[in-house]
């Protein structure tokens, strides 16, 4: 099988497991436990953990590293956790149409609560508009949340300048980052003011199951409700025993993606898409306007459902959207909100490739698709009305 769909998940580093095999067999201690050996050997494992991520994204201490499930916790527990926390300065919370569904479908519940929500929309090339964001800010808006990189399109926001709006406008700015670690270089928490960014380790060659919640605690400690009650664990902010294994492999897997050589990733990408563009008519490139992930690409094949495409070509793992979207029937939100039809929102594929992905994949990938588009085309009546300039 040709993998290539690494923003749904990725393959785990051999590097990883390795690192994680230890915990799983002989040092299994609670790390909690920290009055035997085995219990402060599982402690300092985390502590190594958490200080390779603090390092990997330039936050001021380890201790600002609070460790989750995986993103959708995070960024349940950071939305959830702010408007509680900061109710009586404001209900009102930014965000952008384009998000994924966890921060959707929170901002969904919470609106329910009696929070109002702004749903930025986006242009055609993916991105919001700073303007709209700073003219939707009022006296009673706590936070924006907004994404690093779309897991549909690659497309990469400039938040860097969405910081510092929040920051001059003393609004807190939740980044939900989970694309964009692992697969650029890092952001640097030291020059961004991000009040809250969080990670998930399966998305950069790390286990699943385990993510990170990174919360400022230096420039105006921020305070965040506590979202699952238990133990002391997480300062007592996140209670239940440790899943030591999985936060080592997080650990490790956020060290060994600064090594990734992104530009080689690029060019098999771009190579990709040139040629798909090249061997078949009507192709469009979702979000190529701008800065995108280098592994990522959006593409939009007329007039052949990316539903039949992908039962033609049953060796190559590629998707048509979200994998969180899988299984509705509805075309990608993201896409509508970029101005796509349905129709053709419905005809398009997401190919994500990854540090593993090799020259051959990406011909067999060409290869499988272009012989799969002619064939469906050519059986396809809608194709040749189109073709013949009775269809749009
Ligand atoms: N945010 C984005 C942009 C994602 O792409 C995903 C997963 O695809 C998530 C959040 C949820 O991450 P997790 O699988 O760690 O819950």
């Keep these: 099988m040709v993998y290539l769909d690494n923003n749904a998940t990725t393959r785990l580093d051999d590097a990883v497991l390795q690192a994680m095999l230890p915990f799983l067999k002989d040092e299994y201690g609670n790390a909690s436990s920290t009055q035997h050996r085995m219990g402060r050997k599982a402690n300092e494992a985390i502590q190594k953990a958490r200080i390779q991520i603090a390092q990997s994204l330039s936050a001021s201490d380890p201790s600002e590293i609070f460790f989750t499930s995986g993103a959708t916790e995070a960024i349940n527990w950071a939305l959830k956790g702010v408007a509680e926390r900061y109710t009586s300065l404001g209900n009102h919370i930014i965000t952008s149409q384009t998000e994924h569904p966890a921060v959707l479908q929170t901002c969904a519940q919470l609106q329910k609560r009696g929070f109002e929500i702004t749903?930025?929309?986006?242009?055609?090339?993916?991105?919001?508009?700073?303007?709209?964001?700073?003219?939707?800010?009022?006296?009673?808006?706590?936070?924006?949340?907004?994404?690093?990189?779309?897991?549909?399109?690659?497309?990469?926001?400039?938040?860097?300048?969405?910081?510092?709006?929040?920051?001059?406008?003393?609004?807190?700015?939740?980044?939900?980052?989970?694309?964009?670690?692992?697969?650029?270089?890092?952001?640097?928490?030291?020059?961004?003011?991000?009040?809250?960014?969080?990670?998930?380790?399966?998305?950069?060659?790390?286990?699943?199951?385990?993510?990170?919640?990174?919360?400022?605690?230096?420039?105006?400690?921020?305070?965040?409700?506590?979202?699952?009650?238990?133990g002391q664990q997480e300062k007592g902010f996140r209670g239940g025993t440790y899943s030591v294994h999985n936060i080592v492999g997080m650990g490790e897997a956020i060290a060994h993606s600064a090594e990734t050589d992104w530009r080689s990733i690029a060019n098999k990408r771009d190579y990709l898409e040139q040629e798909l563009a090249e061997k078949l008519k009507h192709v469009a490139i979702n979000g190529e306007?701008?800065?995108?992930?280098?592994?990522?690409?959006?593409?939009?094949?007329?007039?052949?459902?990316?539903?039949?495409?992908?039962?033609?070509?049953?060796?190559?793992?590629?998707?048509?959207?979200?994998?969180?979207?899988?299984?509705?029937?509805?075309?990608?939100?993201?896409?509508?909100?970029?101005?796509?039809?349905?129709?053709?929102?419905?005809?398009?594929?997401?190919?994500?490739?990854?540090?593993?992905?090799?020259?051959?994949?990406?011909?067999?990938?060409?290869?499988?698709?272009?012989?799969?588009?002619?064939?469906?085309?050519?059986?396809?009546?809608?194709?040749?009305?189109?073709?013949?300039?009775?269809?749009?």
Excluded at 141 to 168: F, H, K, R, W
Excluded at 170 to 191: E, H, P, R, S, W
Excluded at 352 to 376: C, M, N, P, R, W
């Design 119 to 230: 749903y930025l929309p986006v242009g055609r090339d993916g991105l919001i508009n700073l303007e709209d964001l700073k003219s939707s800010i009022a006296e009673k808006t706590i936070l924006v949340c907004l994404m690093a990189a779309n897991n549909e399109t690659g497309v990469i926001n400039p938040i860097a300048d969405v910081a510092n709006i929040c920051q001059e406008r003393n609004v807190l700015f939740l980044c939900d980052a989970t694309q964009y670690i692992g697969k650029t270089d890092t952001v640097n928490l030291q020059n961004i003011p991000i009040d809250l960014l969080c990670v998930s380790a399966h998305k950069f060659h790390g286990p699943k199951g385990i993510g990170a919640l990174y919360i400022r605690r230096k420039r105006q400690p921020i305070q965040l409700e506590t979202m699952i009650a238990g």
């Design 289 to 392: 306007q701008h800065d995108r992930l280098c592994n990522t690409s959006s593409i939009t094949i007329k007039h052949v459902l990316s539903s039949e495409l992908m039962s033609q070509i049953p060796d190559i793992a590629i998707s048509s959207g979200s994998a969180c979207a899988t299984g509705t029937r509805d075309p990608s939100h993201v896409l509508l909100a970029m101005g796509l039809s349905p129709d053709d929102a419905k005809c398009t594929i997401r190919i994500s490739l990854s540090k593993y992905t090799t020259d051959g994949e990406i011909e067999q990938t060409i290869e499988a698709i272009v012989a799969a588009v002619h064939k469906i085309r050519s059986n396809s009546p809608t194709w040749m009305l189109f073709e013949k300039g009775l269809l749009d």
